[in-house]
């Protein structure tokens, strides 16, 4: 009698196949990613200043990945992969349909990483934590007056009690079991000045790392004249900012490419910086609300970048489309956009 193998039995054999695939450079997978995130909903309400939606017509529509969607992935790759990334395009927490998505989640299966707004974080951590793997708070200021300037909408301190809840719901776990907490922060005008303070008050809520991104504040500064002595700054504000992340016990990442546009004499290293790591088209994939496979969310509307429909022939179909194989032939690294955190991945 065969024995059935466990879910993290095909996880460990997806592992082995990712391997092999990455070593071989093979066009086409035996493998699924271990990464793969999906838009749950494009529902967000906060209009924040430095958002990338702030560029979408004021009727763009809103959409929500049906069920059908979801239990399709759920159903062919969850077994297999390692991470499931809820976070891009709109706020997971808003999605109407999350308790169903969360009652699909095994224990045992993939662990859920989740960047949000925190802004419904006390309602859902109860239901969020048995799955999760890294919980990262997206968040550009921590005062009083500034924040909800950014986050229309938003409350701070709704924000921080979402924070308590969540290190209350995992004190009383083992070291390893514990979900990992991180936090985003958009740089975007003129808060590089505050990053160490920033960082700061991060540890202080209990911080195991920082991602900088750059943010459309920062990218609309090309016409500066000043341009110079902004990249200055913002590198001097970067360098304390590290340095107060080591004294808190936080490690702080950002992305290489300068915080502000290139000029096109810096077009070959910015084409450098910007690439997604080589290993992108094997590892990671993204499912859009409408069902659009591509390599992530960030490379979604980029041109020469594949994004394949996922129809009834399945996920493997559409990952092991002509589309992605032409990519994973490619010698160069897929470019993507210098002033997204999936240059680098938001959660490493």
């Known amino acids: 009698m065969t024995a059935t193998r466990t879910v993290p039995d095909l996880r460990a054999q997806n592992r082995r196949l990712l391997t092999q695939d990455l070593e071989l450079r093979r066009p086409v997978p035996r493998s699924l990613p271990s990464r793969i995130r999906l838009e749950t909903t494009s529902r967000c309400n906060y ?6 939606k702030r560029r979408e017509p004021d009727d763009e529509p809103q959409h929500t990945m049906p069920m059908k969607l979801w239990d399709q992935v759920a159903r062919e790759v969850f077994p297999h992969t390692d991470v499931v990334e809820l976070g891009f395009g709109g706020e997971p927490l808003q999605d109407p349909l999350l308790a169903e998505r ?16 925190g802004l419904e974080l006390e309602s859902w951590i109860d239901r969020l934590v048995p799955f999760l793997g890294r919980l990262t708070i997206s968040v550009e200021a921590l005062d009083q007056e500034l924040y909800p300037m950014v986050r229309k909408g938003a409350d701070l301190g709704v ?3 979402g924070i308590e809840a969540f290190r209350r719901a995992i004190e009383g776990l083992p070291e390893p079991e514990r979900p990992r907490l991180g936090f985003r922060v958009t740089l ?20 195991g790392e920082v991602r900088l991104v750059h943010g459309l504040g920062l990218e ?3 016409k500066d004249l000043q341009i110079t002595k902004r990249r200055m700054d913002i590198g001097v504000a970067l360098q304390r900012a590290v340095l107060q992340g080591e004294l808190m016990g936080v490690a702080v990442h950002y992305p290489p490419v300068a915080p502000v546009p290139v000029w096109p004499e810096d077009a070959a290293r910015f084409r450098a910086d910007a690439a997604l790591p080589a290993d992108a088209p094997w590892t990671r994939a993204a499912v859009a609300a409408d069902g659009e496979v591509t390599l992530c969310c960030g490379t979604r509307h980029l041109a020469g970048v594949p994004h394949v429909a996922l129809t009834s022939k399945g996920f493997r179909a559409a990952w092991t ?13 897929v470019v ?4 997204c955190p999936n240059a680098e991945g938001i959660h490493g």
């Open 188 to 207: 975007f005008g003129g808060n590089h000045a505050l990053l160490a303070s920033i960082i700061a008050r991060l540890g202080q809520l209990g911080a």
């Open 47 to 52: 209009g924040c200043l430095h958002c990338f």
């Open 336 to 339: 993507a956009c210098g002033f």
């Open 321 to 333: 489309d002509p589309a992605f194989q032409v990519v994973r032939a490619a010698e160069e690294p």
């Open 159 to 161: 924000l921080l009690r």
């Open 102 to 117: 969360l009652a699909t989640f095994d224990p045992d299966g993939p662990k859920l990483d989740l960047l949000t707004a």
């Open 220 to 222: 609309e500064n090309h």
